[in-house]
Structures are given as C-alpha cells and as structure tokens.
C-alpha cells in the first residue's frame, strides 16, 4: 500500500512558476508515476508521468514548460510548473501505479484503474 501526499500548490499569476511535490510513504521507484489535473466540471487529465528508467511523457498542452522528475532517496515526485496559464488552474494529483506499462500509457489510463492517488493540490493561475 502506497500513500502519497502532495504539496506546493497555491495561486500565482500568468507567466509565474510552482513546483509540486508528491512525497510517498514507501519506495516507489518501481513503480510508474504520474501528475494528472482536473479542472472544475472536466474529466481529470494526465499531465505528466515518469518510469524508474527515466522514460517520461508529457501532455502536449504542457510540453516545455513543465518538467517531472523523481527522488529516490526522498521518495518524492516533482512537477517544476513554468510560464503558468490560466488554462492550467485545476486541483493537481499525484499518481502510481506498480502495474508495468509506460509512462505514455499512464498518461491515458482511466482514473479507476491507477492504483494509488494523492488528495490533491490546487493550482490557480490568474491572468
């Protein structure tokens, strides 16, 4: 059983910067992680995800300015969220899942059948 919490939401105006960790309670370098959004009245979204061979995909809509990347020492996730839009406000959850795929493939897999998630950090981009 994996517990995963998250944290450094909050609000920032157009163009600003925050960075979102995930901590998870065991080691999880075997596992796939991921960031996944939902914004009020969408479905959540996969945003971003990352394997323990550093494979990572990114959601095109954040492609160049977001970058996931992993601690294994700390046993936390990160999501470095630059040149925000008000397009990306939304409540932000971390996500792992022990199951092989890849990261492309975690990005498109129903919420229902991720294994672990976070509660969730909210994110607010004004303009």
């Known amino acids: 059983q994996v517990q995963l919490a998250e944290s450094g939401g909050g609000s920032v105006q157009s163009g600003g910067s925050l960075r979102l960790s995930c901590a998870a309670s065991?080691?999880?370098?075997?596992?796939?992680m991921g960031w996944f959004r939902q914004a009020p009245g969408k479905e959540r979204e996969g945003v971003a995800a990352?394997?323990?061979?550093?494979?990572?995909s990114y959601a095109d809509s954040v492609k160049g300015r977001f970058t996931i990347y992993q601690d294994n020492a700390k046993n936390t996730l990160y999501l470095q969220m630059n040149s925000l839009k008000p397009e990306d406000t939304a409540m932000y959850f971390c996500?792992?899942?022990?199951?092989?795929?890849?990261?492309?493939?975690?990005?498109?897999?129903?919420?229902?059948?991720?294994?672990?998630w976070g509660q969730g950090t909210q994110v607010t981009v004004s303009s």
């Open positions: 990352i394997d323990s061979y550093g494979r990572i």
């Open positions: 065991t080691a999880t370098y075997s596992d796939y």
């Open positions: 996500a792992a899942e022990p199951t092989p795929c890849s990261p492309y493939r975690l990005l498109l897999t129903a919420t229902d059948s991720i294994s672990y």
